[in-house]
């Protein structure tokens, strides 16, 4: 079977059997014209001299020509399909994608709040004098004092707040407890929330409430992150989970142990934790960039 003949009759496949999208196919098929003049360029005429090797040598010319390894995965799974099809056709017998690995796809780094405008949310007049501005710059604090998720956020109760030890039960991911502690003034900061809070007709036990007493949902929560956050900060994204992201990296900043955060993060390996070093590591370059006399020189004689 020549290469072109097996290609038409892959796509014909995914349009008629498969019912892939008209997008799909034109991607498919931009990929597999590629990979056929390779074949032709290198004197290959038939799909069953193709070879591991022959697939190899593909790849690589992508990766020094510049292609992402995002690019070059998506060009690796059109062609592990179309030589599934045709081992199911016994076009060919050997599985010649086997041997081939996947691109590395490096590991984005968390989004972060600057401490300077993060530290804006301590601003009385930001927040509105009522029980919604009381409740969302508590709520705001305590995804920045505490690192919890937004879903943790959610299942806070008045009962998992112990004033006395200064500490917040939080239920993470499969149902696990962890014990948080706060500051002095977070705790008083809550008082003052649920003082207003109790004044409501009826309420939900739930800590975070809409003006009707009825607890928040998530969607609520992102839009009050949003609301404010989109104002003090110019991060490359604004959410809830960027204050998670912000809480690690200023607690490695200031030479917490990466154990104790991972405890306080709720994280079930320290891998998950480990991220964050890197984050630190990138924020130690820009500083010394932006500090060192060394540099400012450099910056000066330009």
């Known amino acids: 079977m020549k290469p072109a003949s097996a290609i038409k009759a892959y796509l014909d496949y995914l349009a008629t059997e498969q019912r892939r999208s008209d997008n799909t196919i034109s991607t498919y098929r931009i990929i597999f014209d590629d990979f056929e003049r390779y074949l032709t360029a290198h004197d290959i005429k038939s799909v069953a001299d193709i070879t591991s090797h022959d697939i190899r040598n593909w790849q690589v010319g992508h990766t020094e020509a510049g292609d992402s390894p995002n690019t070059i995965l998506k060009r690796l799974t059109a062609l592990r399909s179309w030589f599934t099809y045709m081992r199911r056709q016994r076009w060919m017998k050997q599985d010649v994608m086997a041997k081939i690995s996947n691109p590395k796809r490096p590991r984005p780094l968390p989004v972060f709040f600057r401490e300077k405008e993060v530290e804006k ?70 008082r003052e929330y649920l003082q207003l809070k109790h004044q409501l007709p009826q309420y939900d036990q739930k800590l975070f409430v809409n003006g009707n007493g009825c607890a928040i949902n998530s969607g609520k929560v992102y839009t009050i992150v949003r609301k404010y956050m989109t104002l003090l900060s110019n991060a490359d994204r604004i959410s809830p989970h960027v204050f998670r992201h912000t809480f690690a990296t200023q607690m490695l900043n200031e030479g917490a142990n990466i154990n104790a955060i991972k405890e306080l993060l709720g994280h079930a390996s320290l891998n998950a934790t480990e991220i964050y070093t890197h984050v630190t590591r990138e924020h130690l370059k820009e500083v010394y960039k932006h500090a060192h006399p060394r540099e400012l020189n450099k910056k000066n004689n330009l």
Not at 152 to 161: M, Q, W
Not at 185 to 190: G, N, V
């Open 121 to 190: 949310i301590y601003n009385a007049d930001l927040f509105a004098d009522t029980f919604e501005g009381c409740r969302d710059k508590l709520l705001l604090r305590i995804l920045y004092e505490t690192g919890i998720r937004r879903s943790e956020v959610l299942g806070l109760t008045e009962a998992g707040v112990d004033f006395n030890a200064l500490t917040i039960k939080v239920l993470g991911k499969r149902n696990k407890e962890r014990i948080i502690p706060i500051e002095e003034e977070l705790a008083r900061s809550i």
